[in-house]
């Protein structure tokens, strides 16, 4: 990665979405809503990820995951699991694609927050039927997309900090 | 996009992969009390500070709520205080109007005021027909004086056309009776007219102002529709004079039909109701 004041400021980048996370995310208080805001816990996997080696972005991945299983431990591990394959495979995917395009990083960011429910979903086993349908086929999409649109805003915004040459 | 083949996973990363894949099966595995262990550990520690962060969230926004909340009841109690306003008004009005009611002579019947017309404002829908012995040409009242005329009545509701009909005509006298005029609406602007005017007032008669005009009641036995003494107006100035003979006053109406929400419709044959406005007269 670049030196030590980009990596700085790549933490700070990480932080801030952490605190968004936790602080702006359940502001809107109906659970309507909570269900398809924006990950940002994930959004900062996926931009540490696309800047790190596989590796880093799998211990990467298995940390987020155990902190969103500490949060639901309904299907504790499972949100491990699904991280550390989202984070070993987005900085994987980014050796092979190097993308400084918005559009695929916001199709990036919308299919790594949709594998990953889905991964937890299969891999936890605590939603079934329909409700599964329902998630996979609705919800999850729906959250990815606020996702990838936070994402997006993220990059524009911090496209300095992170070093990236965006293109339209 | 370009290919970048130098940064595929080395062996190493393949390693760290497996074990982090391997730790989680093992997490996902693992007795359910470990796993509530581990979950409130994490919670407790690292995610500590976050937590707290959130609770203040929530209680930001349950304050905000609250804050909402104490605003709507604000509002509530402002609506309620007009409204109490608004009920000491229609109390006092239907106190005028029994007190009216029970003084006048001959028969006579309430009504509510149910539509003004719009945007005329020449007539008045009530709440009283036929079946309450309502008769067009009946004159309509109010606790102040003079409101018009039944035009039309059906059987339960009549319409009333008021003082401010371009048409209006009352037989006027001033208190006294010494100074006889007809009452008309002052001017021709139709429903923005509050003024009313005393015509045909002999030049040598000087009405000053705040005389009180009442109907004069003549030619009831000739099918008038007014009877004598409701009060009309109060003279506010001078308006015209006509070629030398005869002057016209501008009276400030004694009711404005806008501010009424209950009459009396004079359904009787009295023929002097004077008494009944001015209870306080000998």
Known sequence: ?168 | MDLAPERFASRRDTLAFVICMMLSVILRVAPAGFQLYTAEVIRETVLFPFLKLQDQTVLLRTARAVAGLVDARRDSVAVDALALLQLQEENRRLRELLDLSERLPGGHVSADVLQQSAPSGITLLVSAGRDQGVQPMDPVVAPGGLLGAVQSAGRTTSVVLIWTHPDFRASAMTEDGSVLGIVAPWGSEGPDVQLMELRGVPFRQEVPQGVEVYTSGMGMRLGGVYPRGIPLGTVSAIGQEQEGWSRTYVLSAAVHPASVSHVIILTGAAQDVGAAFRPDSP
């Open chain 1, 1 to 168: 990665m670049r030196g030590a004041r980009g990596q700085w400021r790549m933490g700070l980048v990480l932080l801030i979405l952490v605190v968004l996370q936790f602080a702006l995310r359940p502001l809107p208080g109906d659970p309507r809503i909570v269900r398809v805001a924006p990950d940002f816990l994930l959004l900062a996997l996926l931009v540490y990820a696309i800047r790190a080696r596989p590796g880093e972005g799998a211990i990467a991945g298995f940390l987020v995951g155990l902190v969103t299983d500490a949060l639901s431990p309904d299907a504790f591990g499972a949100g491990a699991l699904a991280h550390t394959v989202i984070g070993y495979f987005a900085a994987w995917g980014k050796a092979v694609f190097f993308a400084d395009n918005l559009l695929v990083n916001a199709v990036f960011f919308f299919l790594g927050t949709w594998v990953r429910d889905v991964l937890v979903l299969l891999v936890g086993r605590h939603v079934e039927g329909s409700a599964l349908l329902w998630q996979i086929g609705y919800l999850s999409p729906l959250k990815a997309l606020t996702t990838a649109i936070a994402g997006i805003l993220v990059l524009l915004v911090f496209r300095r900090w992170l070093d990236i040459r965006l293109s339209r």
